[in-house]
């Protein structure tokens, strides 16, 4: 079993700069890509940014330049810091992880829960 929580959403106002934290936990061998979804009300699950084991990392046109994402992979932990944020950037943020729970196991795919970001303008 393989658990992912998301941490660190909240109320930011437009401009500022929030972080946002998905901690993966349990049974895990391996984690290959970890990406942050965003889901606003109305409207469907856009991916904002993608995260390789090996260190690539792709952005939404709609967040470059604004927002990070890293990981540690030690703690089986990725971030994503939000900067300059948009009233549009207001949503839950979903955040995903390829996860090998042993050396012989397929990769799967985990969803946290999500965590929500408000803006206020």
């Known amino acids: 079993q393989v658990q992912l929580v998301e941490s660190g959403g909240g109320l930011v106002q437009a401009g500022g700069s929030l972080r946002l934290s998905c901690a993966a936990s349990?049974?895990?061998?391996?984690?290959?890509?970890m990406a942050w979804y965003r889901q606003a009300p109305g409207k469907e699950r856009e991916l904002v940014a993608t995260?390789?084991?090996?260190?690539?990392?792709n952005y939404a046109d709609s967040v470059k330049g604004r927002f990070t994402i890293s990981r540690d992979n030690a703690k089986n932990t990725m971030y994503l810091q939000m900067n300059s944020v948009k009233p549009e950037d207001a949503a839950v943020y979903l955040c995903?992880?390829?996860?090998?729970?042993?050396?012989?196991?397929?990769?799967?795919?985990?969803w946290g829960k999500g965590a929500l970001v408000t803006v206020s303008s």
């Open positions: 995903n992880a390829a996860v090998k729970q042993k050396s012989y196991s397929p990769y799967r795919i985990y």
């Open positions: 995260s390789t084991s090996g260190g690539s990392t």
């Open positions: 349990g049974s895990i061998f391996s984690i290959n890509t």
